[in-house]
Every structure is written in structure tokens, then in C-alpha cells.
């Protein structure tokens, strides 16, 4: 079965990869990525909740 945490955009559009988070309580989410480097993340994202929540549901796209 094909995993509905990180799904890859259709090629038409620019690489992407689409992530969601199921929080009814949360008042913030913070996405952080790891390369190679375990130890500190490559990349931090702060989710707006006006743009990036539908519902209970964070959601954004992340460039590969």
C-alpha cells in the first residue's frame, strides 16, 4: 500500500513532495527535515495555520 504521509506531486508541476498531519489540539506545527547531518535539521518549516491547516489537518508542500 502506498503511504499517505508523503506523497510525490505529479510530474507536470515542480517536484514536490505534499505532507499532512492529523492534530485536533495543535496550535502549531514546525516541519523539520534531516539530510545526512542527523544531529541538526536541513531545513525548518513553520506552518501557517491560515495557509497550511484544513480542519484537524496540516498540510503543505515541500520542495525536493
Same mark, same amino acid.
Given at each position: &500500500? =502506498?503511504? *499517505? %504521509? %508523503?506523497?510525490?506531486? &505529479? $510530474? *507536470? @508541476?515542480?517536484?514536490? =513532495?505534499?505532507?499532512? #498531519?492529523?492534530? =485536533?489540539?495543535? *496550535?502549531? !506545527?514546525? #516541519? @523539520? #527535515?534531516?539530510?545526512?547531518? !542527523? !544531529?541538526?535539521?536541513?531545513?525548518? #518549516?513553520? @506552518?501557517?495555520?491560515? $495557509?497550511?491547516? %484544513? ?6 508542500? !515541500? &520542495?525536493?
Amino acid at each position: &500500500p =502506498r503511504s *499517505t %504521509s %508523503s506523497e510525490v506531486w &505529479p $510530474q *507536470t @508541476l515542480a517536484p514536490e =513532495r505534499f505532507f499532512a #498531519l492529523f492534530s =485536533r489540539h495543535a *496550535t502549531g !506545527v514546525t #516541519l @523539520l #527535515l534531516y539530510g545526512a547531518d !542527523v !544531529v541538526k535539521p536541513a531545513c525548518e #518549516l513553520k @506552518l501557517d495555520p491560515i $495557509q497550511n491547516k %484544513s480542519g484537524a489537518i496540516w498540510h503543505c508542500f !515541500v &520542495p525536493e
